[in-house]
Nanobody
Framework: QVQLVESGGGLVQAGGSLRLSCTAS????????VGWYRQAPGKQRDLVAT???????GYGDSVKGRFTISRDNGKNTLYLQMNSLKPEDTAIYYC????????WGQGTQVTVSS
């Protein structure tokens, strides 16, 4: 069973930055697509960013130009650099390995104050 451990969430003022990390156990990380998703209170879980094994990247429309996804296969770690944060970015952020039927992290809270 693969475990994903997230870190880096917290409270930040609007316009600030945060960097999320997600480290996977085991040695399968490099063979799967990865992604970040978020869920705000009372809303569905939405795509933030994805990266496949050939480093093809996709972003949700609301974060394009502000967020950057990256991965380090040598460290089994996925990152999300979040810049120019807005209050509407407030949510629990989840990392994913392997798509909907894959593995999920426990979530990390990101709160952006106005």
């Amino acid at each position: 069973q693969v475990q994903l451990v997230e870190s880096g969430g917290g409270l930040v003022q609007a316009g600030g930055s945060l960097r999320l990390s997600c480290t996977a156990s085991g040695n399968i990380f490099r063979f799967y697509s990865v992604g970040w998703y978020r869920q705000a209170p009372g809303k569905q879980r939405d795509l933030v960013a994805t990266m496949d094994t050939s480093s093809k990247i996709g972003y949700g429309d609301s974060v394009k130009g502000r967020f950057t996804i990256s991965r380090d296969n040598g460290k089994n770690t996925l990152y999300l650099q979040m810049n120019s944060l807005k209050p509407e970015d407030t949510a629990i952020y989840y990392c994913n390995l392997g798509g909907d039927s894959g593995f999920w992290g426990q979530g990390t809270q990101v709160t952006v104050s106005s």
